[in-house]
Nanobody, 123 residues
């Protein structure tokens, strides 16, 4: 069983930056594609970004392209979501998810989920 633990959320002013981390445990991490999703109050959970097992391929939602980057350090068993130029509409609970090998944008394609970390962007 893979357990995912997110960290790095918090309160930041618009235009600021945050870096989220996700640390899977319980299994070899390097075979898993990792995704980030978010859910704002009153809205459905949506895809944000994903990175494949090797780190050679990434994908981003249009709303975050050019502002967010995703990376992974398999030696540290950690995946990162660097969020720059944050906007109030980025406010949400951010979830880390895992699935074998290749990235996906549909949340149903992911097998494992973290508990989420709150990101709040003030205007």
């Amino acid at each position: 069983q893979v357990q995912l633990v997110e960290s790095g959320g918090g309160l930041v002013q618009a235009g600021g930056s945050l870096r989220l981390s996700c640390a899977p445990s319980g299994r070899t991490f390097s075979n898993y594609a990792m995704g980030w999703f978010r859910q704002a109050p009153g809205k459905e959970r949506e895809f944000v970004a994903a990175i494949n097992w090797s780190g050679g391929r990434t994908d981003f939602a249009d709303s975050v392209k050019g502002r967010f980057t995703i990376s992974r350090d398999n030696a540290k068993n950690t995946v990162y979501l660097q969020m720059n130029s944050l906007k109030p509409e980025d406010t949400a609970v951010y979830y880390c998810a895992a699935r074998l090998y290749n990235i996906a944008v549909l949340q149903g394609a992911y097998d494992y989920w973290g508990q989420g970390t709150q990101v709040t962007v003030s205007s």
